[in-house]
């Protein structure tokens, strides 16, 4: 793979990185911590995990001073750099603080300074109890639903250090808390999967890369940049669906990304690039189905005998029902993709084994659900869902789906608890969970309605939200929407080891360690499985950061409930009751587990992917037997058409695949705004983290977030390579670094989500981000009424070049006093 990225200013590493800040030989052995140690070694070489991978940390004099990929890891990412910086980055919390008008004015003083007061430190003392007494004070007044603890976002893994369990844990113990449903990634998908396949879909495990390799004609990725997400997962990642896609490209065998960026996927792959416009994605399948029914090439025997609805969904398609034909033509005419192109794609996908490889940007847009549930029609008409290497897939971007699996014990893990404290509830009628993205909406509206897949619900009165192991303030959308509704609130607090965007317009921040100053237990592989990996402390806790479990058990002592909390039970007795679930699974699995104390000397348990892992095929047993392999809906079968959708009689989610206009999209009928701006991925974090390190510097432009602009739309504004720009719309502005390419469609801007927040009056909402925030641009409203996922790819707006000297980023700094 080349060293170099297609755009030029950023930089892309191939697979096989050199993850070596020392360039030390490879050494196989255990770590340097013996068997139940619980304190970090002093000097010497430690194997842990981590987001990005599992790696060895050296450790000099007490301090973590170079980092290397594990060998069993063939493909190490270059972020484990960051990973490392992290902890001693500028940006670290060290000691408890607390704002000022907060400390000296009680709850609700001065909500509106929140981002520009300063802090005070305090004693840990004085800091938990602050918390204890603000979220009695919660539980009294306003009962359970008064306290939002639905906590979201990425955390470190670990089966033990469960940021978000452990909170709900501790709020449980307390009384309760309204807490979140869905997630960011997957909110429209997670839901209308269900309804069309009967599972979640969006998290199973793909055909194995083995079988696509052998099998698969024809690859189509769509939306999908597997070279770039693959190199993170949601546990410890094992990086296989690199060699899957070494294996596929060096078979010499047919790609396609489609996709408004030629990305760094479709440079790897030598892939054919169709850049459709964004949000159309729909429309222009919708030609390729209507393509295949003209010219007799769908698979009608499939859709008897595996499908429901589609006799319902035809006249839809050939405009019977509406008098306009979604053939290739109006596809065209929509989508800026040319008629005879969709019409050949129909017939080369018809012509070959073809796996249609969606990721997931397609549904999170407005009426994302459409995206998913067309695509999934799209492939049953093609009649090779269940054969090998063929049908779709929605994860083989995501913690490498498609990575054979091995069958061995699984750790268990901490679980959320359940309520010990008998509450009051004031709020009867309000929910006690929300839709994960409507937290704005929810703080703005209490007393509100909402809809959410088929169920009615109360937003309720929120006084106090507590944060950890997430960073609202870079992954929600409209960013000064939810600064002005956060304001409502008594009590902010935050609880994480950067001083992030989040963490700065808080009320209490408290200092939690980092994954590498404490110990875990943790999977390795997403979807292999193929081994447990003891995630050992790297180092001791730096200033006065304590690990979220300590915090909580003492914040429970306060409230009587720590036995509950903590059942007596220290961080090595917890690891080693997870490790030791182990043992009643040997039998089922064929595995004999070590005892804990040899597994924590050598480190890591590996298990040997089956025959059955590397032959895997998805929907192949639905296939050969529909009626005993039945699928889980209502039918048994693919759902095209929902009786339970059309019974919700929801306006903007109709029961069977539909283009729905956007309430912005580039061309579209009612564009204020030239330029659509895509959020894709950054190559250089995982969402926000990593942003606050210095491996910002490897892909940053002029100091700020990248903005890939097409040349000539960058020439028609007299841009340059490098210039400062601000990109803005009708919800807010941010400034950028100018990367002039033309691997983007004209019209289209790319600004990866994750950046941080950085606003040039902080506080302040509308003030320009003097970074490079995408969703400062992002509207905030639901994908619709049945999932009310997040429509984070859906923005329109307008970039300049910026004259004068720009604000100074100072989000990578510490808070005045911090």
Same mark, same amino acid.
């Given at each position: 793979m080349s060293d170099q990225s297609p755009h030029r200013g950023l930089t892309r590493r191939g697979f096989l990185e050199t993850t070596s800040l020392t360039g030390a030989a490879a050494v196989l052995g255990p770590s340097v911590l013996g068997a139940g140690m619980a304190q970090a070694a002093q000097n010497g070489e430690v194997l842990t995990g981590s987001h990005w991978g599992a790696f060895h940390a050296t450790v000099t004099d007490g301090r973590w001073t170079a980092v290397r990929g594990w060998e069993e890891d063939r493909f190490p990412t270059k972020m484990l750099e960051g990973v490392m910086d992290s902890v001693y980055s500028p940006t670290r919390i060290k000691y408890p603080m607390v704002r000022r008008a907060y400390l000296e004015g009680g709850p609700g003083t001065a909500s509106d300074t929140r981002g520009r007061d300063d802090f005070v430190r305090v004693s840990w003392d004085q800091a938990l109890q602050l918390v204890a007494d603000e979220v009695a004070r919660v539980q009294e007044e306003s009962g359970p639903k008064g306290i939002f603890g639905g906590s979201y976002g990425w955390k470190s893994p670990g089966k033990f250090n469960n940021a978000r369990n452990l909170l709900r844990r501790f709020l449980n113990g307390t009384g309760g808390f309204v807490s979140h449903v869905g997630d960011y990634s997957t909110g429209a998908s997670q839901v209308i999967m269900r309804h069309v396949l009967g599972t979640i879909e969006v998290y199973e495990q793909q055909t194995a890369w083995p079988v696509v390799v052998e099998n698969t004609d024809l690859m189509v990725l769509w939306g999908a940049n597997p070279v770039v997400t693959n190199k993170i997962g949601w546990v410890v990642p094992d990086h296989g669906a690199y060699e899957g896609m070494e294996d596929f490209k060096a078979a010499g065998k047919r790609v396609i990304c489609i996709d408004p960026i030629r990305s760094d996927t479709a440079a790897y792959m030598n892939a054919e690039w169709i850049a459709p416009k964004p949000q159309t994605d729909v429309t222009m399948m919708m030609g390729i189905a209507h393509t295949l029914l003209e010219e007799g090439l769908h698979d009608q025997a499939f859709m008897d005998t595996y499908t429901t609805g589609f006799d319902q969904f035809l006249p839809y398609l050939t405009g019977e029902s509406d008098g306009q034909p979604k053939d290739a033509d109006w596809a065209a005419g929509v989508c800026g993709v040319e008629a005879d192109v969709i019409r050949q794609l129909a017939r080369d996908f018809a012509a070959n084994r073809t796996m249609l490889a969606s990721g997931w940007s397609t549904q999170r847009m407005h009426h994302g659900e459409q995206a998913h549930w067309m695509l999934v029609t799209l492939a049953a008409m093609l009649g090779q869902i269940g054969l090998p290497g063929g049908g779709f897939g929605l994860s083989y971007h995501y913690s490498s789906g498609g990575s054979p699996s091995a069958k061995g014990p699984r750790p268990s893990g901490m679980n959320a608890g359940s309520v010990q404290l008998m509450r009051t509830d004031a709020q009867p009628d309000a929910s006690d969970r929300i839709p994960v993205a409507r937290i704005t909406d929810m703080l703005e509206n209490p007393g509100g309605a909402f809809d959410f897949n088929g169920e009615a619900g109360i937003?309720? @009165?929120?006084? !106090?939200?507590?944060? #950890?192991?997430?960073?609202?303030? /870079?992954?929600?959308? &409209?960013?000064?929407? !939810? !600064? =002005?509704?956060?304001?409502?609130? @008594? $009590?902010?607090? #935050?609880? &994480?080891?950067?001083? $992030?965007? $989040?963490?700065?317009? /808080? &009320?209490? #921040? !408290?200092? /939690? $360690?980092? /994954?590498?100053? =404490?110990? @875990?237990?943790?999977?390795?592989? &997403?979807?292999?499985?193929k081994g447990v990996l003891a995630m050992k402390k790297v180092i001791e806790p730096m200033y006065e950061a304590r690990s979220d479990f300590d915090i909580f058990a003492d914040l429970s002592d306060r409230f009587g409930t720590r036995a509950y909390f903590d059942e007596g039970k220290d961080e090595m007795t917890w690891i080693r009751q997870f490790y030791e679930t182990t043992f009643d699974q040997q039998e089922a699995t064929g595995i004999t587990m070590p005892d804990f104390d040899t597994f924590w000397d050598q480190g890591y348990v590996m298990y040997p992917v089956t025959d059955e892992g590397r032959s895997f095929v998805r929907y192949a047993a639905f296939r050969d037997d529909p009626v005993l392999e039945p699928l889980g809906t209502p039918s048994g079968l693919i759902e095209i058409y929902s009786r339970n959708i059309e019974k919700m009689g929801y306006d903007d989610c109709p029961p069977h695949p539909t283009w729905m206009e956007p309430i912005e999209r580039l061309d579209g009928p009612d564009a204020k705004y030239p330029l659509h701006v895509s959020s894709q991925h950054s190559i250089g974090r995982l969402h926000s983290q990593l942003c606050g390190t210095s491996f910002r510097e490897t892909y940053a432009v002029a100091g700020r977030e990248p903005c890939l602009i097409n040349t000539a739309d960058a020439a028609a504004r007299g841009i340059a390579d490098g210039d400062v720009v601000r990109v803005y719309n009708d919800r807010g502005a941010l400034l950028a670094g100018a990367v002039v390419t033309d691997d983007i469609r004209r019209g289209v801007l790319k600004v990866s989500e994750g950046g941080w927040y950085s606003p040039a009056e902080p506080g302040t909402p509308g003030t320009v981000c003097a970074y490079g925030n995408v969703n400062i641009l992002t509207p905030d409203l639901g994908t619709s009424k049945l999932a009310q996922g997040n429509c984070g790819h859906t923005a329109n707006a307008e970039v300049e070049k910026f004259v004068g000297t720009p604000p100074a980023v100072t989000v990578f700094d510490t808070p005045r006093n911090g």
């Amino acid at each position: 793979m080349s060293d170099q990225s297609p755009h030029r200013g950023l930089t892309r590493r191939g697979f096989l990185e050199t993850t070596s800040l020392t360039g030390a030989a490879a050494v196989l052995g255990p770590s340097v911590l013996g068997a139940g140690m619980a304190q970090a070694a002093q000097n010497g070489e430690v194997l842990t995990g981590s987001h990005w991978g599992a790696f060895h940390a050296t450790v000099t004099d007490g301090r973590w001073t170079a980092v290397r990929g594990w060998e069993e890891d063939r493909f190490p990412t270059k972020m484990l750099e960051g990973v490392m910086d992290s902890v001693y980055s500028p940006t670290r919390i060290k000691y408890p603080m607390v704002r000022r008008a907060y400390l000296e004015g009680g709850p609700g003083t001065a909500s509106d300074t929140r981002g520009r007061d300063d802090f005070v430190r305090v004693s840990w003392d004085q800091a938990l109890q602050l918390v204890a007494d603000e979220v009695a004070r919660v539980q009294e007044e306003s009962g359970p639903k008064g306290i939002f603890g639905g906590s979201y976002g990425w955390k470190s893994p670990g089966k033990f250090n469960n940021a978000r369990n452990l909170l709900r844990r501790f709020l449980n113990g307390t009384g309760g808390f309204v807490s979140h449903v869905g997630d960011y990634s997957t909110g429209a998908s997670q839901v209308i999967m269900r309804h069309v396949l009967g599972t979640i879909e969006v998290y199973e495990q793909q055909t194995a890369w083995p079988v696509v390799v052998e099998n698969t004609d024809l690859m189509v990725l769509w939306g999908a940049n597997p070279v770039v997400t693959n190199k993170i997962g949601w546990v410890v990642p094992d990086h296989g669906a690199y060699e899957g896609m070494e294996d596929f490209k060096a078979a010499g065998k047919r790609v396609i990304c489609i996709d408004p960026i030629r990305s760094d996927t479709a440079a790897y792959m030598n892939a054919e690039w169709i850049a459709p416009k964004p949000q159309t994605d729909v429309t222009m399948m919708m030609g390729i189905a209507h393509t295949l029914l003209e010219e007799g090439l769908h698979d009608q025997a499939f859709m008897d005998t595996y499908t429901t609805g589609f006799d319902q969904f035809l006249p839809y398609l050939t405009g019977e029902s509406d008098g306009q034909p979604k053939d290739a033509d109006w596809a065209a005419g929509v989508c800026g993709v040319e008629a005879d192109v969709i019409r050949q794609l129909a017939r080369d996908f018809a012509a070959n084994r073809t796996m249609l490889a969606s990721g997931w940007s397609t549904q999170r847009m407005h009426h994302g659900e459409q995206a998913h549930w067309m695509l999934v029609t799209l492939a049953a008409m093609l009649g090779q869902i269940g054969l090998p290497g063929g049908g779709f897939g929605l994860s083989y971007h995501y913690s490498s789906g498609g990575s054979p699996s091995a069958k061995g014990p699984r750790p268990s893990g901490m679980n959320a608890g359940s309520v010990q404290l008998m509450r009051t509830d004031a709020q009867p009628d309000a929910s006690d969970r929300i839709p994960v993205a409507r937290i704005t909406d929810m703080l703005e509206n209490p007393g509100g309605a909402f809809d959410f897949n088929g169920e009615a619900g109360i937003y309720p @009165d929120i006084n !106090l939200v507590y944060w #950890v192991g997430g960073n609202p303030f /870079a992954h929600h959308q &409209d960013q000064n929407r !939810l !600064l =002005r509704a956060l304001q409502k609130v @008594d $009590t902010f607090i #935050v609880q &994480d080891f950067q001083w $992030t965007p $989040t963490a700065r317009h /808080a &009320d209490i #921040v !408290l200092p /939690a $360690t980092s /994954a590498f100053e =404490r110990n @875990d237990i943790e999977m390795y592989g &997403d979807y292999s499985q193929k081994g447990v990996l003891a995630m050992k402390k790297v180092i001791e806790p730096m200033y006065e950061a304590r690990s979220d479990f300590d915090i909580f058990a003492d914040l429970s002592d306060r409230f009587g409930t720590r036995a509950y909390f903590d059942e007596g039970k220290d961080e090595m007795t917890w690891i080693r009751q997870f490790y030791e679930t182990t043992f009643d699974q040997q039998e089922a699995t064929g595995i004999t587990m070590p005892d804990f104390d040899t597994f924590w000397d050598q480190g890591y348990v590996m298990y040997p992917v089956t025959d059955e892992g590397r032959s895997f095929v998805r929907y192949a047993a639905f296939r050969d037997d529909p009626v005993l392999e039945p699928l889980g809906t209502p039918s048994g079968l693919i759902e095209i058409y929902s009786r339970n959708i059309e019974k919700m009689g929801y306006d903007d989610c109709p029961p069977h695949p539909t283009w729905m206009e956007p309430i912005e999209r580039l061309d579209g009928p009612d564009a204020k705004y030239p330029l659509h701006v895509s959020s894709q991925h950054s190559i250089g974090r995982l969402h926000s983290q990593l942003c606050g390190t210095s491996f910002r510097e490897t892909y940053a432009v002029a100091g700020r977030e990248p903005c890939l602009i097409n040349t000539a739309d960058a020439a028609a504004r007299g841009i340059a390579d490098g210039d400062v720009v601000r990109v803005y719309n009708d919800r807010g502005a941010l400034l950028a670094g100018a990367v002039v390419t033309d691997d983007i469609r004209r019209g289209v801007l790319k600004v990866s989500e994750g950046g941080w927040y950085s606003p040039a009056e902080p506080g302040t909402p509308g003030t320009v981000c003097a970074y490079g925030n995408v969703n400062i641009l992002t509207p905030d409203l639901g994908t619709s009424k049945l999932a009310q996922g997040n429509c984070g790819h859906t923005a329109n707006a307008e970039v300049e070049k910026f004259v004068g000297t720009p604000p100074a980023v100072t989000v990578f700094d510490t808070p005045r006093n911090g």
